[in-house]
C-alpha cells in the first residue's frame, strides 16, 4: 500500500453518514479516483453545501469506494462528518498536511524548514509514493505518517518487539488479543492463550535466543510467550504480585530479566526466565513501594541498568548477576525507559522530568536540557540509523529526540493524544514505530528504500522498553 497522490482527481458521491464512501464517475475535464491504484492510500476532500472534511483514505476499485481512515480537519471540529443526503464533490488534494509547513519532517528544527526534504517529498507525491523514492539526504531527515489498525483500545499495547521475519509485535497491556505489524506492513491481530479481565497484563517484551517473543509480566499471573512460528503459549512464574515488573532485557548469556517495577512493598525480587525456559528470582540491593524502575537497557560491558522511575538511585545487574546500586544526578525523576547511543552513554527516556538524564559507559551520570517538556511526555526510546535517539510520545504533542552530537530537538506529529503510544521500535527498513496505546498507528520513516539487515535491528544498540 502506497500513498499516491495525482493531478486533477474528482469525482461525486451522495453517500450518508460517516463511514466509506462510494464514488461516482469522474467530472467533466477530471480523472477518475482509479488512478490512485487498488488498495493505494490518498488525501482527499469531500465537500457539500456547507458540510467538509478532509482526510486520508483508502480506494478500493471493488466497488469504487474511498475509505475515511484519518480525518486532518472538518466543519465538525475536526472529526468525521455525519454528512446529509445530497450531492457532495470528492477530489484528491494537497491539504495542509501534505504542504510546506505542513508535512512533519524529523529534522533538527520544527516542520518545513529542509526544503531539499521537502521537494523531494513533493515529487514522490507526484510521481507515487511506490517508486522508491529516497526522502531527505543521507538519513538526517525523516516523514511522520500514520496507518490504520486492527483493534484499537484505550491503553492497548506497551511495548514492542521486532521478530526475525520483520514482523513488529505490539505487547498487550490492556488489549485482549495481539496485534502485529509485517515487514511489508500489514497489520493483523491473533489470540492470546492467556487474557486478564483487569487489563494490564504486560508491559514491554524481549526477543529470546531461539525466537521467541516473552511478554513481560505486570499485572499478568502467568508469562506469556509466541515463538517463531506463532505459537502462543504460557509458563508459570515464581514470583507475581500487583505492578511487579515493566519492560526488559536479555542479558549475554541468554537470560532475559524482568525490570522491577514494585507496585506494592512486596515487589522486592528480581526475575529472570534463562534460555532453557528456567524461571528465577534474584534478590535486589535496592526496592520501593511504588515504580521503582521502568525499563532496562543492556549496557556495553554486560550490564543490564534498570531505568528509574521513581526509584532515588541506579540499580544494575552485572554479567556475572551482582546487583548494585549507583548514584543519580537527579532522583524521582520519573523517567520511562532507556536507550544505548552509539557511543556507550545510556539515556534515560524523560516521562515527567524537565530534564534528560544519562550514565555514560565509564560511569559518570548527568543531565542535560530538554527542548520541551511535559507530563506524561514520553515512554520508550528507540535509536535510529543515523544515532538519533527517538523519544516515543506518550501524552506530548511532538516529537523529541537526541543525536549523536548530542543535540536536542523537537519536531511535530501528524497524531497526538493522551496516552497515545507506549514504547516503540525500529522496523528492518527503518522506519521507526510507535508502540499503539489509543486507535492510531504512527510511524516516522528515516531511511526509505535502504532495508537494514535484520542483524542490525537485533544488534545490542537497540533496547527499547
Known amino acids: 500500500m502506497a500513498l499516491v497522490l495525482k493531478n486533477r482527481v474528482k469525482s461525486t458521491t451522495t453517500t450518508t453518514g460517516t463511514g466509506t464512501i462510494t464514488l461516482g464517475s469522474a467530472a467533466t475535464g477530471y480523472q477518475d479516483f482509479s488512478i490512485i491504484g487498488n488498495g493505494n492510500e490518498t488525501y482527499y476532500v469531500i465537500k457539500g453545501t456547507t458540510e467538509w472534511e478532509v482526510g486520508k483514505g483508502t ?16 466543519s465538525n471540529s475536526g472529526a468525521k462528518v455525519d454528512f446529509a443526503a445530497g450531492t457532495k464533490d470528492v477530489l ?57 489498525l486492527v483493534y484499537t483500545a484505550v491503553t492497548a499495547y506497551s511495548g514492542g518487539v521486532l521478530a526475525p521475519n520483520g514482523d513488529i509485535h505490539f505487547v498487550p497491556y490492556g488489549a485482549d488479543r495481539g496485534q502485529k505489524i509485517s515487514a511489508i506492513g500489514v497489520v493483523s491481530t491473533y489470540a492470546l492463550a492467556a487474557t486478564f479481565a483487569s487489563g494490564s497484563a504486560y508491559s514491554g517484551g524481549v526477543l529470546a535466543p531461539n525466537g521467541d517473543i516473552h511478554f513481560v509480566p505486570y499485572n499478568a499471573t502467568v508469562g506469556q510467550k509466541i515463538s517463531a512460528s506463532g505459537v502462543v503459549s504460557t509458563y508459570s512464574l515464581v514470583y507475581t504480585t500487583t505492578g511487579a515488573y515493566f519492560g526488559g532485557v ?18 522486592n525480587r528480581g526475575q529472570k526466565v534463562s534460555s532453557a525456559g528456567v524461571v528465577s528470582t534474584y534478590s ?88 520541551y517538556t511535559s507530563s506524561d511526555a514520553y515512554v520508550g526510546g528507540v535509536l535510529a540509523p543515523n544515532g538519533d535517539i527517538h523519544f516515543i510520545p506518550h501524552s506530548a504533542n511532538r516529537g523529541q529526540k537526541i543525536s549523536a552530537a548530542g543535540v ?5 506529529l501528524v497524531y497526538t493524544n493522551s496516552n497515545a503510544y507506549s514504547g516503540g521500535v525500529l522496523a528492518p527498513n527503518g522506519d521507526i514505530y510507535f508502540v499503539p496505546g489509543r486507535n492510531v498507528g504512527q510511524r516516522i520513516s528515516t531511511n526509505p528504500g535502504q532495508p537494514l539487515g535484520i542483524g542490525v535491528c537485533l544488534s545490542s544498540f537497540l533496547n527499547k522498553f
Open 92 to 148: 484528491c488534494a494537497y491539504i495542509a498536511a501534505a504542504m510546506p509547513l505542513g508535512v512533519p519532517f524529523c529534522d533538527d528544527s520544527e516542520i518545513g524548514t529542509d526544503l531539499s526534504g521537502w521537494t523531494a517529498f513533493q515529487a514522490a507525491l507526484n510521481n507515487g509514493v511506490a517508486g522508491g523514492t529516497t526522502f531527505g539526504n543521507n538519513n538526517t531527515n525523516g516523514v511522520v505518517s500514520t496507518f490504520s
Open 250 to 267: 536479555l542479558a549475554p548469556n541468554g537470560d532475559i530479566h524482568f525490570v522491577p517495577y514494585g507496585n506494592s512493598a512486596a515487589a
Open 408 to 412: 536536542v530537538s523537537t519536531y511535530s
Open 59 to 74: 480506494y478500493t476499485s471493488s466497488g469504487t469506494t474511498l475509505s475515511r481512515d484519518l480525518v486532518f480537519g472538518s
Open 284 to 371: 535486589l540491593v535496592y526496592t520501593v513501594p511504588f515504580g521503582a524502575y521502568v525499563g532496562g537497557v543492556l549496557a556495553s560491558n554486560g550490564d543490564i541498568h534498570f531505568v528509574p522511575y521513581a526509584a532515588n538511585v541506579g540499580q544494575k545487574i552485572s554479567a556475572a548477576g551482582v546487583v548494585s546500586t549507583y548514584s543519580l544526578v537527579r532522583t524521582a525523576g520519573d523517567a520511562s525507559g532507556g536507550v544505548l547511543a552509539p557511543n556507550g552513554d545510556i539515556h534515560f527516556i524523560p516521562r515527567y522530568t524537565p530534564v534528560g538524564q544519562k550514565i555514560s559507559s565509564a560511569g559518570v551520570v548527568s543531565t542535560y536540557s530538554l527542548v
